[in-house]
């Protein structure tokens, strides 16, 4: 209340107002780290971060080569005591000791490989990724790279390892050039391929266990429809879901000391890469287009 003697208060005139350093009353924060772009590199670490520091991570890939290690090293030391000296294998059937190992890693690969984007589903942390890089053909780029690599090189680490350790066991011969290398690289290129499968599986159902349980059908259904067709005229059915069952075109890569029908060779890592690209194409689409 005023008195007849008072001025009422007057507002602020402009040059009362508050300045901000650096600029008018609509000068923003400026912060000290620099901005600039972010690229497929900060992907990258970002996802090589999240897959190492994560337990599953470490146990699959640990049971994986346990499996790997000590089903090979026992085949051979298995053959190694109850074969007589005449009948010590040769170098090839010695690294074909290893396709069991492989196989039974082959399980590991394929949990990982749904785990590490269906799991994100799951925990809600999707939209975390989503939020720091909006481009989600990046996230999937990868996510798809740092794990082919990963599990690419604890591969070809294992199986170099087990081959050299079965034919020293077993006193074969050392195997040719081409045995050494589809025994190792080649099985090591078709685990990390079939991860990539899994993890494309993964992206479409986006349920982890569903995705596992799917790819698990993949691998062994085929095998086993073919065990129980006996029926004549399905004959070329049941061969050719012999010749391209997973399990088949694994012992594939050992077709120096197995002897194996259908693809041989290369063959099995060129079909399965067809079958991965097509894949991770409708993944990559429904990735892009659906909400998380």
């Known amino acids: 209340m005023t008195t007849p003697y008072q001025q009422p208060p007057q507002p602020p005139t402009p040059q009362q107002t508050p300045q901000l350093e650096g600029g008018g009353p609509t000068a923003g924060y400026t912060s000290p780290i620099p901005v600039r772009r972010t690229h497929l590199g900060d992907a990258l670490a970002s996802e090589w971060t999240k897959l190492r520091s994560v337990r599953s991570t470490m146990w699959t890939l640990g049971v994986m080569v346990v499996l790997m290690l000590g089903v090979g090293l026992l085949a051979a030391l298995v053959v190694s005591t109850v074969s007589s000296e005449p009948e010590i294998p040769s170098g090839q059937d010695a690294l074909s000791l ?4 492989v196989l039974l890693g082959s399980m590991c690969v394929i949990t990982l490989g ?3 984007i269906a799991s994100e589903y799951g925990t809600g942390m999707i939209r975390t990724t989503l939020t720091a890089c909006p ?3 990046r996230v999937l ?6 794990f082919f690599l990963l599990v690419f090189v ?3 680490v294992v199986t170099m390892t087990v081959a050299a350790l079965q034919v020293s066991i077993v006193g074969a011969e050392s195997p040719n050039a081409r045995g050494w290398l589809l025994a190792t690289v080649g099985v090591s290129l078709y685990l990390a391929t079939l991860g990539l499968l899994s993890l494309a599986v993964g992206t479409l159902v986006r349920h982890s266990a569903g995705a596992i349980t799917l790819m698990i059908g993949v691998v062994l259904l085929p095998l086993v429809l073919a065990m129980f067709m006996f029926s004549d005229s399905l004959t070329t059915l049941r061969e050719a879901l012999f010749d391209y069952s997973i399990p088949n ?3 594939a890569f050992y077709s120096e000391g197995i002897r194996v029908s259908g693809p041989s060779g290369w063959e099995p890592l060129w079909f399965l890469l067809g ?3 097509i894949a991770w194409v409708a993944a990559f689409f429904a ?3 659906r909400d998380v």
């Open 98 to 101: 290893g396709f069991f190992g």
């Open 114 to 116: 749904v785990l590490t």
């Open 135 to 137: 481009s989600r053909g």
């Open 141 to 146: 780029a990868a996510k798809s790279l740092v």
């Open 154 to 156: 604890i591969a070809m």
């Open 249 to 251: 075109q694994m012992a």
């Open 275 to 277: 079958v991965t690209a």
């Open 287 to 289: 990735l892009d287009k």
